[in-house]
């Protein structure tokens, strides 16, 4: 059978008959099959020929253990077949081969949701990356014949857009803001509203980036206000730079003022110390056109003359995970000699998902067809009823006697950050259990193909079709699943 040099395997003396200890009361682990019949076990004859022999060795011990286990601890009475753990082994080494990484439905009701990949490409992106994949003229410039720059590949269309000097594109806006503080000014002191301090999602929070960029924290104001004079005698006790947040998931209401970007650059100019712009979201239009206000333009913030601007990549860009910086070239100059720059770079394949999705916005009239991210946010309510009335048949259906289901009017959000105020109206099929829990139709949405993420409310499990642009893999996924139960 071709397994003559096992016998000398180590791994193979671990055989599963284990001694019985004297006096011991144990279950008869003499029943549990061998590595090596296992290994030569019909089932797993393709594996065995073609798979990493260590590797296969050690999932069978693995398996061979966790029945110990259950044995051990009485929660199975009998040791399996060699049949049942061949299955087993057959089924895990699949779980190896399948992707980690799956494609879902979102149906939570947050368009960009940081823990789903925030937009999803548009097909020109999903292109250009797959053009990119092989050999290209990533750092090369054709026309010379020698080496060239990553930046080149966005930086003009970024300029062109947004109306900056310069721009470079790294791996996120973390790093953006990173990378613009530790240049400016490393070991200074960074000028900051306390009103402006905000975390977004639990890694990212304004005040532990500034000091990992070497800079010092200068707190001004206090949380609802801030004034001009508050600047000012920060930079009389020795501020060197000036950072104005968006304050991306929460807005201070009330009895609240802060400084305008404007002002805080006629202040900067004044004593010769950069401003530098965290827009967080970075729209490229006038966000207002979709219902979404308080979402600041890349372009304003560049005419109102910050030094530096940073946003993302993924949010209302609607991109790659970028974080992009843009503004004046005597600054974009220092942070490109920066060596962190390296670190901290795009990879090709972004590089050009992020070229492909600058390259939609030269039409804005045509956004809401070719990235998706606008298509959802313009959806015009009429379209997610007929969304609503496709699905419904096939939620029913899959839903059976566990649920019943209602169509209700909700609020979609936008998400990673963006616009917390902004409420989108949608429409939401509402699965209200009979039998168990809404937790467990959740779960059971799950483990759909793909799986279908919706969000628990009061006690139902609600469906947001505002993000769902094609029904399709949702009909199919709740189709799938029907003919199973
Ligand atoms: C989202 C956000 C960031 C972090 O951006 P990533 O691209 O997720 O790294 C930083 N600042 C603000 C204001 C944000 O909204």
Not at 316 to 330: F, N
Request: aromatic share 4%; net charge positive; proline share 5%.
């Amino acid at each position: 059978m071709g397994y003559g040099r096992l016998p000398e395997d180590t791994a193979l003396r671990e055989t599963g008959r284990i001694t019985r200890t004297k006096g011991v009361s144990m279950p008869d682990f003499a029943e549990l099959p061998a590595v090596y019949e296992i290994l030569a076990h019909p089932r797993l004859a393709a594996l065995a020929a073609e798979a990493d022999h260590a590797l296969l060795v050690a999932e069978i011990q693995a398996c061979l253990e966790r029945h110990r286990a259950l044995l051990r601890a009485g929660r199975r009475k009998s040791a399996p077949s060699a049949d049942d753990v061949a299955a087993e082994v057959a089924a895990a080494e699949a779980a190896w081969q399948a992707p980690s990484l799956r494609p879902v439905i979102n149906l939570s009701g947050t368009l960009l949701h940081t823990n789903l990949g925030r937009a999803p490409l548009s097909a020109e992106a999903v292109e250009a990356m797959t053009r990119a994949a092989g050999t290209v003229n990533l750092e090369y410039d054709l026309e010379a014949g020698k080496r060239g720059d990553r930046d080149d590949h966005a930086e003009g269309l970024l300029r062109r857009l947004t109306g900056a000097e310069a721009a470079t594109a790294l791996n996120n806006n973390a790093a953006a803001v990173y990378l613009a503080l530790n240049t400016l000014a490393n070991r200074k002191r960074v000028v900051v509203s306390r009103g402006e301090l905000v975390e977004i999602g639990a890694s990212f929070r304004m005040p532990d980036i500034i000091r990992s960029s070497g800079c010092r924290l200068m707190e001004v104001g206090t949380t609802n206000r801030t004034h001009l004079t508050d600047y000012e005698r920060a930079l009389d006790d020795g501020g060197g730079l000036l950072l104005k947040v968006h304050t991306s998931n929460y807005r201070v209401v009330g009895f609240a003022s802060d400084v305008s970007l404007a002002e805080l650059v006629k202040l900067g100019r004044a004593r010769d110390v950069p401003v530098v712009a965290d827009l967080g979201s970075g729209a490229l239009v006038d966000m207002r056109r979709y219902g979404v206000a308080d979402e600041p333009t890349v372009q304003d913030a560049v005419r109102a003359g910050a030094d530096l601007v940073t946003f993302s990549g993924d949010k209302l860009l609607g991109g790659p995970q970028a974080g992009i910086v843009v503004g004046r070239a005597r600054y974009m100059k220092r942070i490109k000699r920066n060596p962190m720059k390296r670190a901290l770079r795009c990879d090709k394949l972004r590089l050009a998902a992020l070229e492909a999705t600058l390259q939609a916005y030269l039409s804005p009239q045509t956004l809401e067809t070719t990235l998706p991210t606008y298509r959802m946010l313009a959806r015009p309510l009429a379209e997610i009823e007929n969304v609503a009335r496709t699905v419904r048949p096939y939620l029913e259906r899959w839903a059976g006697e566990r649920a019943r289901v209602e169509l209700l009017a909700g609020e979609s959000q936008v998400g990673s950050g963006a616009a917390p105020g902004t409420m989108l109206p949608t429409l939401v099929l509402a699965l209200i259990s009979r039998q168990g829990t809404a937790a467990q139709l959740a779960a059971a949405l799950r483990a759909l193909a793909p799986p279908v993420i919706g969000r628990l409310h009061e006690g139902k499990v609600l469906l947001d079709l505002r993000a769902l642009l094609d029904p399709a893999p949702l009909l199919a996924a709740l189709g799938g699943a029907e003919s199973d139960s």
